[in-house]
């Protein structure tokens, strides 16, 4: 076999410990199943406070909203409901809002984002949450509802989009959610009709990319339209940049580069295939040209999450000739933010348990695990990285040994499709039957946004584990109360 091509995990102290406790973690999917997803309530508080302290860098006030859509945790939540000032709670459905309410979170800390039923919206008028609005007919249902039920003026925030800096040839792209800059006018008479239902505190923009100028165009644009806003005799104080921070999934930039390198070259047929069945993530080779783009998650990227808000803050506003972060510091507006990967990096693990090894048709290793395609959304979500393999421990055949292999990841669905990885991934051996891959990273959007129960195959259980003076302990995600997290279960 030619050299292997690792992706390996970033793993931080929290999640390679856990992922060292192997008997701890077998102990776990021995009783409660496969597949089982592992979530770190104490890694989330972590992650908020690396946040807080990039907006004390910048002496910038405001909320730091947890996307809640990323994961379903209760005890995620429950968790960051203790952090105490600072953190607040996006929802984005009428569950998510009652999960949030019911986690401890006061409606002033939460808002409500995303398309919205008439229940979702009066449930969060009638609570007090604030509401992300996105455009004139939203704002005139909200309206409508808080006078038909008496309800108090509700904090409205008006997210935008499309937006153009001035002298500098840069749009952001175009998105179905929020109303387009150039349809301000009409937005801000609405707001002005309904001064009586709705209390306005500002605008904001979520974009779904990486790149840190657009972001800087678009931010920059908020700024411009709040000093609008306020010549027309508007107050808002407010801008919130959504989400989007990202994560550094992987440890080595140069096995990423080493890949995508590689992957590169078996498209194009120059080197034994990567993938199963010359599957090209986006690439083809077509009569000697190389077509198409990698359409996959930037897996290696060292700055995400605070590291990518701490960027844009100290990215020059494209037009206003300072900082970002001093064009909002000037005018006094806070900062609102709503990570959901980011403020979830490190805090989960997908365990799956391998079922069969064996040789396919072509001679390639393929390992069956008790878990799907939909209960590992690694790669429905473009993020290429290996597992971890947790050895289940024998008294006979001790595996030391054993030499690095390539192996393609089969689900446990009777699916030709259900593949937990379209490309051979690299172990450091063969793993054997009663196994466990533990798949790191998984609590943002790779855990349970997907999984459904597809052939009466179980969900996967959700378990909450910390550290106690060097024993990790345990408790069903939602047993997980943090106010009573020393009962848990454990294994010293
Ligand atoms: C309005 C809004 N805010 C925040 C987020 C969270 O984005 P991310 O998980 O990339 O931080 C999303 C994701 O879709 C979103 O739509």
């Not at 949450?129 to 909200?142: F, H, K, S, T």
């Not at 030391?400 to 192996?407: K, L, P, R, W």
């Not at 937990?420 to 990273?441: K, Q, S, Y």
């Not at 179980?458 to 910390?466: G, H």
Request: net charge neutral; proline share 5%; aromatic share 8%.
């Amino acid at each position: 076999m030619e050299a292997p091509l690792y992706l390996e995990p970033r793993l931080e102290p929290r999640l390679a410990s856990l992922l060292r406790a192997a008997g701890f973690l077998h102990t776990l999917a021995g009783g409660l199943g496969s597949p089982l997803n592992v979530v770190l309530p104490d890694q989330i508080a972590e992650n908020l406070a690396r946040f807080r302290a990039v907006y004390r860098r910048h002496r910038l006030s405001g909320e730091v909203f947890f996307a809640h859509k990323a994961n379903r945790s209760s005890a995620l939540v429950r968790r960051l409901a203790v952090t105490g000032a600072g953190a607040g709670m996006d929802v984005a459905s009428l569950g998510e809002l009652q999960h949030a309410l019911g986690a401890g979170f006061t409606p002033r800390q939460i808002m409500a984002t995303g398309p919205k039923s008439p229940e979702f919206l009066w449930l969060a008028a009638r609570c007090g949450a604030a509401v992300n609005v996105d455009g004139c007919g939203e704002l005139d249902d909200l309206a409508a509802l808080v006078r038909r039920y008496g309800l108090p003026r509700v904090r409205v925030l008006l997210r935008l989009a499309s937006f153009a800096s001035p002298g500098v040839r840069l749009l952001t792209r175009q998105s179905r959610f929020g109303t387009p800059v150039g349809e301000l006018d009409a937005l801000l008479k609405a707001v002005e009709r309904h001064r009586d239902a709705v209390d306005f505190r500002g605008v904001g923009y979520h974009l779904d990319t990486t790149s840190l100028a657009e972001k800087a165009v678009a931010l920059e644009g908020c700024v411009l339209v709040m000093n609008e806003c306020r010549s027309r005799g508007l107050e808002p104080r407010v801008i919130d940049v959504g989400g989007g921070f990202g994560v550094n999934y992987l440890a080595d930039g140069g096995q990423w580069d080493r890949y995508t390198t590689e992957l590169t070259q078996a498209v194009m047929g120059r080197r034994e295939a990567l993938t199963w069945r010359r599957h090209g993530y986006g690439l083809r080779y077509e009569a000697g040209t190389l077509r198409g783009g990698l359409g996959l998650y930037p897996a290696h990227r060292p700055v995400a999450a605070e590291r990518y808000l701490d960027a844009l803050l100290s990215h020059p506003a494209p037009s206003l000739g300072r900082t970002l972060a001093a064009a909002l510091l000037e005018s006094l507006y806070d900062l609102c933010t709503e990570p959901g990967r980011a403020l979830v990096d490190q805090c989960g693990l997908t365990l799956a348990r391998v079922l069969e090894v064996r040789r396919a048709e072509a001679g390639e290793w393929m390992v069956r695990l008790e878990a799907n395609a939909d209960d590992i959304g690694l790669e429905e979500h473009g993020v290429l990285m290996d597992p971890v393999v947790v050895e289940r421990a024998r008294t006979r055949e001790p595996t030391t040994d054993g030499e690095a292999v390539g192996v393609y990841l089969a689900g446990n669905l009777c699916l030709e499709s259900d593949l937990i990885t379209r490309r051979m991934v690299f172990l450091p051996r063969l793993p054997r039957p009663g196994d466990l891959l533990g798949f790191a990273n998984t609590a943002g959007y790779c855990m349970d946004f997907s999984a459904d129960q597809a052939q009466h195959q179980p969900l996967a259980r959700k378990v909450a584990v910390w550290q106690d003076e060097g024993a990790w302990r345990w408790s069903l995600d939602d047993q997980y109360w943090p106010v009573t997290q020393g009962e848990g279960n454990h294994e010293d």
